[in-house]
């Protein structure tokens, strides 16, 4: 069974510049989660996915936004990104059930603001 | 919204001997609480997870205990390794997709 696969690995953009990062779930998955992981810093929740829709947000302002699409794949956007950006973007997928499942983390997008 | 703390945030013990990583939370709706094990450079890895009706759960050398009076949960980890070293974290959930995690506890096995 493949993993979370998520893309690309490293990114380096400027102050300002917009940025898409891109997930692919485990196959069966039709959630998908996305993680802030800044240095040294434990998980923030950013956004879930289901079935298409955005079923909940962290608190991170609008600028943070994505989508997912039929095949349950996900985008995250962050537009007008600023220095305290820079982190590990982590993707996850579940299945979605009635009660919690677990979450499948991929590799991550290490994002750079420079 | 519910609130995870964990402790302790560094954690060194000799190869051999036990470690106990400990979170508390603070929303009684929680009901789910996994555990990941993060190495330098990888991605978060699952190692358990247990639901509120159980109040123990173990996996050969990995246990989690649930208190939920007192909303605790802990990781032990016996019969230590080098392996084990990595950044364990902690989470609770409450309703379906909403996922809290701990600041993560840092753990060195001396060999």
């Known amino acids: 069974e493949a993993g979370v696969t998520q893309s690309p690995t490293h990114l380096i953009k400027t102050r300002g510049q917009q940025v898409t990062l891109r997930c692919s779930p485990i196959s069966g998955h039709t959630s998908v989660y996305w993680y802030q992981q800044a240095l040294g810093l434990g998980l923030q929740f950013l956004l879930w996915y289901d079935e298409g829709e955005e079923r909940n947000r962290g608190n991170f302002p609008p600028r943070f936004s994505g989508r997912q699409f039929p095949n349950y794949s996900s985008e995250l956007n962050v537009n007008a990104l600023e220095l305290e950006d820079s982190a590990l973007y982590l993707c996850?997928?579940?299945?979605?059930?009635?009660?919690?499942?677990?979450?499948?983390f991929g590799d991550g997008t290490r994002l750079s603001i420079l | 919204g519910e609130n995870v703390e964990q402790h302790p945030s560094t954690l060194s013990v000799q190869e051999g001997d036990s470690a106990v990583i400990k979170c508390t939370y603070s929303?009684?709706?929680?009901?789910?609480f996994p555990w990941y094990k993060q190495e330098l450079g990888k991605r978060p890895q699952l190692i358990i997870d247990i639901r509120s009706n159980v109040g123990e759960k173990k996996d050969q050398r990995i246990a989690v205990t649930l208190n939920k009076t007192a909303k605790h949960f802990s990781l032990h980890i016996t019969e230590t390794q080098p392996e084990d070293s990595a950044v364990y974290f902690c989470?609770?959930?409450?309703?379906?997709?909403?996922?809290?995690f701990g600041t993560g506890t840092s753990l060195t096995v001396i060999p």
């Open positions: 989470a609770a959930s409450g309703w379906v997709g909403q996922f809290y």
């Open positions: 929303d009684s709706a929680s009901n789910y």
């Open positions: 996850a997928s579940s299945y979605r059930d009635r009660d919690n499942q677990p979450q499948h």
